[in-house]
């Protein structure tokens, strides 16, 4: 299997036009047109990994973080991160990322956090808006139920559980074949009237190109009349963070040892409980201050996320209990699932989970 049939299977997981804009998600260093020979699994990119990766014969690391997040300027071994690109390089090494991408998909990194502390009636905390297109095309009568399930085929229609949804209308089309066209229907230089088919479906945006190219293939006319609109629809299966509940409600300090024994926390870094029991859940793995009036809009007794800052604690406002158990902890399992689902796929190579701890944190 080449690395860049891999690329395509995780952006299937978790597309990549999901990913931040800040971000830097994809094939960062290395040559789509090579070999896999095996994929070495890690929560972070480090020289160490690179070693362990060359020790195993792998030529290729799938990392949630990108080891190249900002722009490099120059490649000289200054720093790590430099040091690392140089490795990675000079053997041959295949550097992956999937990161905001990941944090953003329903069935992602907060998905896994949810699942680790068994919480149920989860749904995204901050959906995203403008990840919907509406396609409206034309279609002569005859080939309107052959469009439609090509474009249902290539992804076109899916709406939270539901798919191949449509909306359809009939009316008249009129057109003139001009000298140089080849009309399916009607002849050069005649005005001609067609009974018509309007197909609307709205197209998750990684899906548009398909379902473009769908249309494309089974539309019998030389020229297709179509429409693309940008919906600012929210996707609430796309977002940041995750909100679900306990089963019952726990006593606050019975619930964060909890947590803490779950993600093997040296310290959970909590504000100041504002009542006994707890039983709405918030979530964000790795750094979610961002997220924390969500939580609050969405009545979360507790958030579980990482790196909020001193002064941030304070906004809890006596409102929410901010619990804080590191970037690494929280986003620990990642590495487990992206290898659970290669192993699942990809039966043409080895994958392996790194063992280089690579959380650059100790505690007492």
């Not at 996707?235 to 964060?256: C, H, I, K, Y």
């Amino acid at each position: 299997m080449k690395v860049s049939e891999l690329v395509s299977f995780l952006n299937q997981l978790a597309p990549y036009s999901y990913q931040e804009s800040y971000d830097n998600s994809g094939l960062l260093v290395g040559n789509q047109n090579a070999e896999i020979t095996g994929v070495l699994v890690s929560l972070d990119c480090i020289e160490a990994v690179i070693d362990e990766a060359i020790s195993l014969g792998f030529n290729t690391i799938v990392s949630h973080h990108p080891i190249v997040f900002k722009g490099l300027k120059r490649i000289t071994g200054a720093n790590y991160i430099e040091r690392t690109v140089q490795k990675a390089i000079k053997n041959d090494i295949n550097l992956i990322s999937i990161h905001t991408n990941l944090d953003n998909v329903s069935h992602g990194v907060n998905k896994i956090i949810c699942d680790k502390l068994n919480l149920i009636n989860t749904k995204v905390l901050l959906p995203k808006e403008s990840t919907f297109a509406k396609l409206s095309v034309y279609v002569p009568k005859t080939h309107f139920d052959a469009v439609r399930k090509a474009i249902a085929d290539a992804g076109a229609g899916q709406i939270g559980d539901y798919e191949a949804c449509s909306f359809s209308v009939t009316g008249t089309g009129e057109f003139k074949a001009l000298e140089a066209a080849n009309p399916f229907i009607g002849k050069v230089g005649e005005l001609e009237s067609v009974e018509e088919m309007k197909i609307e479906v709205t197209v998750p945006q990684p899906n548009l190109n398909a379902v473009l190219s769908a249309m494309r293939s089974s539309h019998p006319y030389e020229e297709i009349a179509y429409d693309i609109v940008a919906l600012e629809n929210r996707n609430d299966r796309v977002g940041s963070g995750m909100v679900g509940e306990l089963a019952e409600p726990m006593g606050v300090t019975e619930f964060l040892q909890q947590v803490k024994s779950t993600f093997n926390a040296g310290v959970v870094r909590f504000t100041e409980p504002n009542k006994e029991k707890v039983q709405r859940i918030a979530v964000c793995g790795g750094s979610g201050s961002f997220l924390l009036n969500a939580a609050k809009k969405g009545k979360a007794d507790v958030f579980i996320t990482a790196d909020f800052k001193y002064h941030e604690f304070f906004d809890a406002e006596n409102q929410i209990i901010i619990a804080d158990i590191g970037h690494f902890e929280s986003e620990q399992y990642t590495s487990h699932w992206i290898v659970d689902e290669l192993q699942k796929k990809m039966l043409t190579f080895a994958v392996r989970l790194t063992s280089v701890n690579t959380n650059p944190i100790n505690y007492f």
